[in-house]
Every structure is written in C-alpha cells, then in structure tokens.
C-alpha cells in the first residue's frame, strides 16, 4: 500500500510519524495482554511475547503510518471528565501516571522473564483484551480487541504461525488477527488516545471514575432516591459510568448548592425521569435519561443563567 504523506497539525504526531517511519521492522515487537480475576476477584493482568517475523514488523509499520497519516489534520487536547472526545475530531493526551493500568501493563512488558506464547496457545484464550506494538525504543501502540474487529477483514492484519514458531502476514483467515488501526499511543510518557471507548475498557480506566462518585455521593443522594441502584446499573457499561463521573466531578454538587429545581428542565426536554418528593425516582426513570439530564446542555444552561445574565447587564 502506498502511503501519501502529508503535514500535520500537531507537531507531536508529526513526531511520531518520523519515529516510525525511521523503524525497521526488525524493531517491532509484539505482545497479548490478558487479564483475569483471581480468587479474591482481584484483576491480574498479563502480558506475553508474540515472536514475528521482520516483514510483519513492515507490515505494522506501514499501517500505523497509514493510520497517522489519516489522522494528521486533528488537534490534541487534555482528556478529563467533560471531555467529548471523538476519534473524528480530537485526541486526548493524558498523563501515564493517570493511568494506573497502563503502568502495570508496561511492567509486565518489561519483565526479564517475560514469557513467550504460541500462536495456537493463544488463539485458545478467553482472557486476551489487547495488543500493544512496540515500535522502536520510543513508540508503543495498544488496541483493544473486540469481536466486531475479530470479524472484520478490511481492519485486521492476519496472523499465521510458521514451522519456526514466528507469526508472519498472510491473506488469509485466522481466528487471531492484529488490527489495521491505533486506540492509543505511548510516547514520551502522556498517552495519546484515539479511540475513546476502548481505551476505557483497554485500561479498564472505569475505576478511576470511582473516586468522582464517591466524593459526590452525599450531594447525589439529594437528587436521586437511590444513590447505590445508579452506581450499580452504570458500573458495569464504561461510558454510561464516565457520564455519571462527569456529572458528578461537575454538576452535581452545583445543582444541590443552588438547590436547581430539575423537574421542569426534564419536563421541557421531554425526558422519562419521574419525581417523588423532591427526587429522582429512579427505579421509575430511564437511566439513560437520568444520566442526559445530570450531565446535559439543560443543566448546563441553567446553572450558567446568572452568569450569562450578568454578562449582557455590563454590556448594556
């Protein structure tokens, strides 16, 4: 494939582009991530050696080039809570030390005893979640593996084992592929993300949110009738769990300070929320609607009135 180059918005990008350009495929490493919980439910994660041929190496080169070069008119941005980040417009930059999983991912890596895996062993896990190409000394790529991707032949490079244990690229099917795009990258410490939603289950960064909703339970509780039914409908889906974080790193406790009456806005915005006494009935309500009203332009709007009011006083 060839591969028209083009400038870039972002100086680092652009930064990335030239590191990987100037690999060898030789260079190229590959590894499977895998997690699973052990007896006290705790999640391990494991990350093992995939031994590749040196044209495999060009063939991960030449599609992670490709896919910079797709995305080399967006801007970069800090990621955080209120972000709305979208793999069509932005990418998100965000520290490594602010993602606890992705150290312990790059120290599984880095093991002395790292131990390699088969082909055929791996093609049997249950517990693979991702890859992570390391591309030179400087670049590492992640992926997340879904089955959508698994059955999409247009996206995923496939591997086959050879006679001497190396994974090589073949047209042709196999169950274990490695996809022909990025969901973020390494590079001088921040992480880039590109692909938003995987890198929230990639990272399994949904315990980060924890700390967002606890510390805004008590004002919580004054809205909703059950705190914990909320938690525990939206811990389990990634991005419902980081728009109720959102609203409560936010909102939430702005709309107890100013005692903002939501009834109405729900009301105007035709929402399927119910109220009793004062609070979301949530049991009664649609979750999705609930999560909508907390962290949407309606709430926003109001608690922002005065200030906008303010604003065109002092221009009259």
Not at 79 to 86: E, G, P, T, V, W
Not at 99 to 123: C, F, H, T
Not at 149 to 156: E, H, M, V
Not at 207 to 213: D, G, M
């Amino acid at each position: 494939m060839k591969i028209y180059e083009s400038s870039f918005t972002e100086k680092k990008l652009e930064e990335m582009y030239n590191l990987i350009k100037e690999t060898d495929g030789s260079k190229v490493q590959l590894y499977a991530i895998s997690v699973e919980k052990n007896k006290e439910k705790e999640k391990i994660w494991t990350v093992n050696t995939l031994s590749i041929t040196k044209s495999l190496g060009d063939e991960m080169i030449e599609s992670a080039k490709g896919y910079l070069i797709q995305k080399s008119q967006l801007r970069i941005k800090d990621f955080d809570l209120k972000s709305d980040l979208s793999p069509e417009y932005l990418i998100g930059k965000l520290a490594d030390d602010q993602v606890p999983v992705l150290n312990k991912i790059i120290s599984e890596m880095k093991r002395s005893d790292n131990s390699p895996i088969s082909y055929g062993e791996l093609s049997k896990s249950t517990h693979l979640i991702g890859f992570a190409i390391e591309i030179g000394e400087k670049i590492t790529i992640f992926n997340k593996v879904t089955k959508a991707r698994l059955l999409n032949p247009k996206k995923y490079l496939y591997l086959v084992e050879s006679r001497t244990g190396e994974l090589t690229h073949l047209k042709e099917n196999n169950l274990l592929s490695i996809p022909n795009s990025i969901d973020a990258i390494l590079y001088e410490d921040p992480l880039y993300i590109l692909n938003v939603n995987h890198f929230l289950s990639l990272f399994d960064y949904g315990e980060a949110f924890t700390k967002f909703i606890d510390n805004a339970k008590t004002s919580l509780a004054n809205i909703v009738d059950d705190v914990q039914y909320v938690i525990d409908e939206t811990s389990p889906h990634i991005m419902e769990f980081k728009r109720l974080a959102s609203a409560c790193a936010g909102y939430v406790d702005r709309i107890v300070r100013e005692n903002t009456n939501l009834e109405p806005i729900a009301k105007s915005y035709n929402l399927e929320i119910s109220f009793s006494n004062g609070k979301i009935s949530v049991k009664n309500s649609k979750l999705k609607d609930i999560l909508s009203l907390l962290n949407g332009q309606a709430v926003r709007d109001e608690l922002f009135k005065e200030k906008y009011l303010a604003r065109e006083k002092e221009k009259v």
